[in-house]
């Protein structure tokens, strides 16, 4: 199925993974929202679960192993063309991670993968959604702290 103005929704799903360091960033190389900073992740393929998807796409586009700690929130994302068509249609579902091994770099459809200071997130632009679930990851991580400690 095209991406680009497909018949159905297709499902992505990304990954939040707060470390020590940051949070972990990727610039995307594809669109849509190319050349944009996100969290990293794709679209899920077929018989694979969402975790497993998360575990796939982030090892695609960072290096890094990673164990999927929680769900965070699904998102509709839906961008039109000028003539008001649906030309991208995703829905995504977003979970926390934390990194288990492996070696930060950036491939498949990252261009660039960074460790990024959360309180800092601001000049880069980052689309409405990608903010929010941002912040409900830092609650949810916060959360998850505090009951371990």
């Known amino acids: 199925m095209n991406r680009e103005y497909p018949n159905r929704p297709i499902v992505g799903v990304g990954a939040v993974i707060m470390e020590p360091q940051g949070i972990l960033l990727i610039k995307r190389g594809k669109p849509p929202r190319l050349g944009e900073w996100s969290i990293p992740g794709g679209a899920q393929e077929l018989g694979e679960t969402v975790e497993q ?50 070696d930060l770099r950036a491939g498949g459809d990252a261009a660039e993968v960074r460790w990024f200071d959360p309180n800092n997130l601001t000049e880069l632009g980052l689309w409405a959604e990608t903010r929010r679930i941002i912040s409900l990851a830092a609650e949810m991580h916060a959360s998850l702290e505090a009951a371990s400690d």
């Open 53 to 102: 998807a998360a575990i796939r796409e982030v090892a695609e586009e960072t290096g890094l192993d990673i164990e999927v700690l929680g769900l965070i929130d699904v998102v509709n994302s839906i961008s039109h063309d000028d003539q008001g068509g649906v030309q991208y249609h995703y829905t995504l579902v977003d979970v926390l991670a934390a990194v288990t091994g492996g």
